[in-house]
């Protein structure tokens, strides 16, 4: 069940600073596989606060 939360705050997320989603959700998975982990659980999962910071990141890199 977490996984399918993380999908939709992925969407929100994206959404909301309207990006690709699919080119945000790759970004992130790529932060994580470089050590650049979320707190949110042992997954390195990203909080609200740390998915949003991400999509500015993101954002700013088009």
């Known amino acids: ?10 969407d929100a997320v994206a959404r909301e600073f309207g990006i690709d989603r699919a080119e945000f959700g790759a970004y992130l998975e790529d ?3 470089h050590g650049d ?7 390195g999962d990203f909080t ?14 088009q």
């Open 31 to 33: 932060c994580k596989a």
């Open 37 to 43: 982990r979320g707190t949110e659980n042992d997954r």
């Open 1 to 10: 069940m977490g996984r399918k939360n993380d999908l939709k705050r992925v």
């Open 48 to 61: 609200w606060a740390e998915m949003r910071e991400k999509a500015r990141e993101f954002k700013g890199q």
